[in-house]
């Protein structure tokens, strides 16, 4: 991927990492997923805010995001939710628009993934002053767990398709665990259009059309604990048409 530097920011103890948690019907997994983000963060000592963007989830999950709240300090949980379900590219620009990091790290609340890859993104970053790192399952030591063999078919299959048309730079397409610079963050969310499944993938082909650098960390991907799965039947067709729709369009 070409390499075209957003600026230089200070990568010392000034960095910051917002990390935009958007969630619906999380109320089992928000507690042990702010623990674990609260524990490797201040294990690893960088300065971080959690960002919960709750779309009017009908189990109560806000009122446990408030308990949490009221835990870990209102320095370090915001609560910014919404009456309904408005979709993940307008729950990050909602998320950005109160994030006072200059980095953002947008992951799943369903505990699919881990908060100890986090320092390594970071880490990542650094290295190469890479503008995003995105976590892969298909490099390195990285995995999936808990998928039976359809929804691995469906995902590699997915990933080679997007490889072959559209050639993108990344190993992984599809995964939602990623950090930005928050500044490349807003400039992608601005280009994109797609919705659901999609959304992350296009997110990829953006960045390398804008000569963004992206940097790739192996992570383990669990299928989440409780609650159920997104990927149906419609995503599937949904992701079909969105992956032609990017190879006409980019």
């Not at 960390?217 to 599937?236: A, H, M, Q």
């Amino acid at each position: 991927m070409a390499s075209r530097k957003t600026s230089h920011s200070k990568q010392d103890k000034s960095d910051k990492y917002s990390i935009l948690l958007p969630t619906y019907n999380e109320r089992e997994n928000l507690p042990l997923i702010v623990w674990l983000l609260v524990k490797y963060f201040g294990e690893s000592g960088y300065n971080y805010e959690i960002i919960v963007i709750d779309d009017g989830s009908p189990d109560g999950t806000l009122e446990v995001a408030e308990q949490l709240q009221k835990i870990y300090g209102e320095d370090k949980i915001l609560l910014r939710p919404r009456a309904k379900k408005l979709g993940l590219g307008t729950a990050y620009i909602h998320g950005m628009k109160h994030a006072t990091g200059n980095f953002i790290i947008i992951m799943d609340a369903d505990l699919s993934h881990h908060p100890k890859f986090i320092p390594e993104f970071i880490e990542k970053q650094k290295e190469g002053n890479y503008d995003l790192v995105s976590g892969t399952r298909y490099k390195g030591n990285g995995g999936v767990y808990g998928w039976d063999l359809r929804r691995k078919v469906i995902s590699r299959g997915a990933n080679f398709l997007t490889q072959v048309l559209l050639r993108p730079g990344a190993s992984d397409l599809t995964g939602s665990f990623r950090l930005y610079k928050k500044e490349v963050l807003e400039s992608l969310v601005e280009r994109c259009v797609s919705k659901g499944y999609v959304f992350q993938m296009e997110m990829i082909v953006r960045a390398r059309q804008l000569n963004y650098t992206v940097g790739e960390v192996p992570i383990s991907f669990v299928d989440r604990v409780y609650g159920e799965s997104k990927l149906g039947g419609n995503e599937i067709v949904s992701f079909v048409k969105g992956l032609i729709t990017l190879f006409a369009t980019t």
